[in-house]
C-alpha cells in the first residue's frame, strides 16, 4: 500500500467546501490501495466551523500537528469582525475605513503569499524527520492557503520526494488577489513564488480547465483537472418545499449580486398574484448588505428566508427541498473558471440549477452538458424570465423536476480514482 502525506491547512472543525474537497479524497483513499497520513495546524484559526464534518473522518487516519502562529489573531484585538472577513477572504470595494484598508495593505504586502506563510519552517524540519520513519512515498499539498506549496517545495529540494501541488484555487488570478494593495516588487514576489511551486512540483492538479490553461503559459509540468463532487452515500429524507422556493447555499457577496435576477422576480411578483403568494428566497450562508440592500429596493423583502450558516449535513437536506437551486458567480473574466463546490452538490441534489454568471462560464457548460439547469449571464431578462415561468407552471402541475445525464463522474469515489491516477509514477 502507497503512503501519501496530503499537507492542508483546512480541516474539520473548519467548514466550507475547501475542507471538504480532502476529507473526501481520504475517506476513499483507502479502497485504491493508498494510505493517506495528514498533517495539519495544531491551534488554526479557522473563521468558519462546521463540527458535523469531524464525524467523517476516518478512525484509522493517522494525523501528525505542529503548532502555528497566526497574525490574524493578534489582529482581532483591533476588529473581530473586520479581521473575520479579511481572513475569509471577503474584500468590501467601497466604502473601506482606514483600518480595513491598513490591514488590507499589510496583508498583501507583509504577509507573502499569505499570513500562514510562518508555518512552513517549522513544518519542513518536523517534516523531514517524520517522513523517513513512516515510509512515505509521496506528498501532496492542497492551497489555499498557497504557503503550504512552498512546504512541499522545500521537502521536494531536501529529500528529493515526489510532489504533487493541487489547486482549489488560482493563486495570483484569483479575484481577491488585486483587493490586497499590493506594491509593485509584492505582486512581483507573488509571482515569482507562484512561479516557482508551479515549475518545482512533479505534477500539478487544478479544479478548472480555465486554471489548468493559465497554469500551462507558465509551466510544462503535467496538470489534471479533477473537479470538486458531491458524496453519493447521503441517507437523510427532504420533501419538497410547498412554496415556489428559490434557494442559495454559501456566501452570497457584493461581487456575486444577481441584480437582473431581482428584477426579474420583482416583475413576476408584480404581475403574478399566484406567483406572488408562491414565491420563497431561501438564502443559507452569508448574505452581503449590498445584496440585502437590492433585493429591499426591488420589494422582495417579504420573500426573504435568513437562514445563516448551517452544518453540512443541513444544508445538503435543504438543497433536497427547493425548487430551484441558485448558484451565482462574478461577472468578470476572472471568474470564467471559478467553479463553486456546491455545484456538484447541487446536481447530486437532482434539483434545477438556476445559473447566474459571466459569459462563458465553466460551470454554465458543465450545466449544459449534464443537463442539470440553466446557466445566463448578468445581463439576461426575457430568456431568464421566460424559463421562471415555465419551471413555476410545472410547479403548479407538481412535475418541477429535471433529467440530468453523466453526473456519476462527480460522485467522490470516481474523483479519487482520477488522484490515485496522478500517484502512479512510472518513469519517476
Known sequence: ???????????????????????????????????????????????????????????????LKRPIFEPYRAARFLSPKKTKRISSGIIKTKNQSLLEKTMLWVRGNFFIPDARKYWVRPSVKFLSEAIGKRGIETIITTGPP???????????????????????DPWTSIGYHRKLRLSASSQK????????????????????????????????????????GYDSNYQGGAHLDERFTISHIGSLL???????????????????????????????????????????????????KLRGYVPHAEAVRRQRRSQILLLVEIDSEETQGIIPGKLFEYMAAQRPILAVGPERWEPGKIIERTQTGVAFDHTGHSELKNVLLEWFSAFRKGNLQIASKDIAQYSRRALTKKLVEQLQWESY
Request: glycine share 4%; hydrophobic share 40%; charged share 25%.
Open 254 to 304: 457584493t461581487g456575486r449580486n444577481p441584480k437582473n435576477l431581482w428584477k426579474v422576480l420583482s416583475d413576476l411578483a408584480r404581475e403574478n398574484e399566484v406567483f406572488r403568494t408562491s414565491l420563497q428566497l431561501e438564502f443559507i450562508g452569508l448574505v452581503s448588505q449590498d445584496v440585502l440592500d437590492s433585493l429591499y429596493r426591488y420589494e422582495l423583502a417579504p420573500y426573504i
Open 146 to 168: 498557497h504557503s503550504v506549496h512552498l512546504i512541499g517545495h522545500a521537502l521536494k529540494k531536501e529529500l528529493g520526494i515526489r510532489w504533487l501541488a493541487d489547486f482549489r
Open 1 to 63: 500500500m502507497q503512503k501519501v502525506l496530503i499537507i492542508t491547512y483546512y480541516w474539520p472543525p473548519a467548514g466550507g467546501p475547501g475542507v471538504q474537497r480532502w476529507l473526501k479524497f481520504v475517506k476513499y483513499l483507502q479502497d485504491f490501495d493508498v494510505e493517506p497520513v495528514l498533517y495539519i495546524p495544531e491551534n488554526p484559526h479557522y473563521p468558519i466551523q462546521d463540527a458535523s464534518l469531524l464525524e467523517e473522518i476516518p478512525p484509522s487516519l493517522s494525523i
Open 189 to 228: 514576489k507573488h509571482k515569482d513564488l507562484e512561479r516557482l511551486v508551479l515549475n518545482g512540483a512533479d505534477k500539478i492538479i487544478v479544479t478548472s480547465q480555465t486554471t489548468r490553461q493559465e497554469f500551462e503559459t507558465i509551466t510544462k509540468k503535467p496538470i489534471s483537472v479533477i473537479t470538486n
